[in-house]
T-cell receptor, first 118, second 114 residues
Framework: NAGVTQTPKFQVLKTGQSMTLQCAQD?????MYWYRQDPGMGLRLIYY???????DKGEVPNGYNVSRLNKREFSLRLESAAPSQTSVYFC?????????????????FGAGSRLTVL | AQSVAQPEDQVNVAEGNPLTVKCTYS??????LFWYVQYPNRGLQFLLK??????LVKGSYGFEAEFNKSQTSFHLKKPSALVSDSALYFC????????????FGSGTRLQVQP
């Protein structure tokens, strides 16, 4: 019953360093998402993957890259970290695509990864 | 473009009293609407959603929300608040077609006092 697993939970980087946040889900979901959460700004979508083999930009994609490695895994990479990327990052997944009136698949979230860039 | 507004950063209510957390939305079409809750150091958890039909939607933990199309609102309500309801609440919207990712509001912190 793991659901959505994110690693690492905490990370401190120096400006210019790179790192990858890993996300895996065991619910056989088709769609996966990366959000960042900042105080007073709610959650903002960075990238998403509607299905295996596809990725699309969200609201705040600059400075990030993603890889949908397979149906289970969706990673987020910071190539050259900046202090503005200090945030809590959440991975989520959903069944997708919508199925009839049940539509609007619910997102299941991971516990989050807290990243600090100095 | 779609957007969500949660006008209150924090709502304070006494235990046993009714609570309301406000949400208004803006989309160019018919929306799906959601409420999620976040407890400290945890990810978001789904509470309820509006798809179609009855404007009053019932969800987990005794919460409900009323969809009002004319006012473009989807306020979260509970008849009797519990201290354990204290958390951060997010309203979210997405269109019925096109991109399926949710757009979230900024969140409202609910504080229930004993």
């Amino acid at each position: 019953n793991a659901g959505v697993t994110q690693t690492p939970k905490f990370q401190v980087l120096k400006t210019g360093q790179s790192m990858t946040l890993q996300c895996a889900q065991d619910m056989n979901h088709n769609s996966m998402y990366w959000y960042r959460q900042d105080p007073g700004m709610g959650l903002r979508l960075i990238y998403y993957s509607a299905s295996e083999g596809t990725t699309d930009k969200g609201e705040v994609p600059n400075g990030y890259n993603v890889s949908r490695l397979n149906k289970r895994e969706f990673s987020l990479r910071l190539e050259s970290a900046a202090p503005s990327q200090t945030s809590v990052y959440f991975c989520a997944s959903s069944e997708g695509p919508d199925r009839g009136l049940s539509g609007a698949n619910v997102l299941t979230f991971g516990a989050g990864s807290r990243l600090t860039v100095l | 473009a779609q957007s969500v507004a949660q006008p209150e950063d924090q709502v304070n209510v006494a235990e046993g009293n009714p609570l309301t957390v406000k949400c208004t939305y803006s989309v160019s079409g018919n929306p799906y609407l959601f409420w999620y809750v976040q407890y400290p150091n945890r990810g978001l958890q789904f509470l309820l959603k509006y798809i179609t039909g009855d404007n009053l939607v019932k969800g987990s933990y005794g919460f409900e929300a009323e969809f009002n199309k004319s006012q473009t609102s989807f306020h979260l309500k509970k008849p009797s608040a519990l201290v354990s309801d204290s958390a951060l609440y997010f309203c979210a919207v997405r269109l019925r077609t096109g991109r399926r990712a949710l757009t979230f509001g900024s969140g409202t912190r609910l504080q229930v006092q004993p």
